[in-house]
DNA sequence: ATGGTTTTTACTGCGTC
DNA sequence: GACGCGGTAAAAACCAT
């Protein structure tokens, strides 16, 4: 055999381990044959007759500890319900439970129901120890009261509570209302999830008043460099539509024509929810189904005379673009 | 506080059912 | 004549300065 014969025998050679190689991840060594086995808690494949490794290094989805019972997995396992902040601790705290039964569901006896009753009471005043403790335990309340009435989802509820939360540790309270704090941030909320609700409506379900929630919601949103942008009339769109039972088609062209309208800048400076409905409107007109000026503006709680006039500038500049 | 802009209120006229 | 719609003027509300 020549030199050169034998450099191509060995060429060859190396490739077909490597095709043997990408093949062993699922079978055999390319060493001895034999077959090859995962070790997911080293994170490396090795092969079972001669101990060769094929990988290395690959991510260990395991646990870095190891436990010889249940209880040390217990013990060392650090995972467990989820954080929410819309409890007031997170939902980290202990909690007791207000049946008098052991965790095998029997009854306890009356010296032990006492016991428990005293626990119970003492616990909840370590969980709501101090002030500000208790005053966000309140607010979440309150935001989640609202976030109920205004059919707002959980999301917004949890953005709220972490608004609310970081107005609380930049002292933003003092010489303001819980409830108004807490209105202004579910608002905010809202409108950053993109589901907003016009000041009206949240008014509606809060304790406060119009003037105060606007106030301080301009004053958190400055505080805290809060980006909220104006609220897009889009979002409106589906909620006004479904109120008016229109139809899928209606709903389209409504945002259509809010689409032409953005490009011709006709919406700075006007109310979104003027638009929004003024859109509704024509989109009504357009798919023939019928639903009067006053229908829309009860709904979207805007006069009649704001749809008038915005649904003529929103024809005119669907027109523009068309032409 | 002020001025400019937008929205609302109140009223009127027109056409249709 | 009630209703839906369009328009107008003045008042009110809103916003930035």
Redesign the pocket.
């Known amino acids: 055999m020549s030199d050169t014969n034998v450099r191509r025998f060995q060429r060859a050679r190396d490739e077909e381990e490597q095709e043997e190689d990408e093949q062993s991840e699922t079978l055999v060594c390319p060493e001895c044959g034999g077959s090859v086995a995962t070790d997911t808690e080293h994170g490396e494949t090795v092969c079972e007759d001669c101990g060769l490794v094929i990988e290395e290094g690959e991510i260990d989805r395991g646990p870095e500890w190891r436990a010889f019972d249940a209880a040390e997995k217990d013990e060392k396992s650090r995972v467990g319900a989820p954080t929410t902040n819309m409890m007031h601790d997170k939902g980290l705290s202990t909690n007791i439970g207000w049946q008098d039964k052991d965790a095998y569901g029997n009854q306890l006896s009356n010296r032990q129901r006492q016991k428990m009753q005293r626990l119970r009471t003492w616990n909840e005043r370590f969980r709501t120890r101090d002030s500000k403790e208790r005053n966000l335990k309140q607010a979440l309340g309150e935001i989640d009261r609202m976030a109920s009435a205004l059919g707002l989802p959980d999301n917004v509820r949890e953005t709220s509570s972490v608004i609310y939360r970081r107005a609380l540790d930049e002292n933003l309270l003092p010489g303001r209302s819980i409830e108004g704090v807490a209105t202004a941030s579910l608002y905010a909320a809202a409108r950053q999830a993109g589901t907003p609700r016009s ?1 009206d409506e949240i008014t509606q379900v809060s304790r406060v008043e ?2 105060e929630i ?1 106030r301080t919601y ?1 004053y958190v949103v400055r505080e805290l460099g809060l980006e909220v942008a104006p609220a897009d009339p889009e979002s409106y769109v589906p909620r006004f539509a479904s109120d008016l039972d229109l139809s899928d088609e209606a709903e389209r062209r409504a945002r259509q024509l809010l689409k032409s309208a953005k490009e011709q800048g006709i919406h ?8 929004a409905a003024a859109a509704v ?1 024509a989109a009504s ?1 357009l798919t023939n189904e ?8 009860e709904v979207a ?12 500038e929103l024809l005119e500049a669907e027109d523009g673009i068309t032409t």
């Open positions: 000041l119009k003037d606007a301009r700075s400076g006007k109310s979104p929810v003027g638009l409107y007109l019928k639903v009067t000026q006053s229908d829309v503006s709680n805007i006069s009649e005379v704001t749809i008038r006039n915005r649904y003529h």
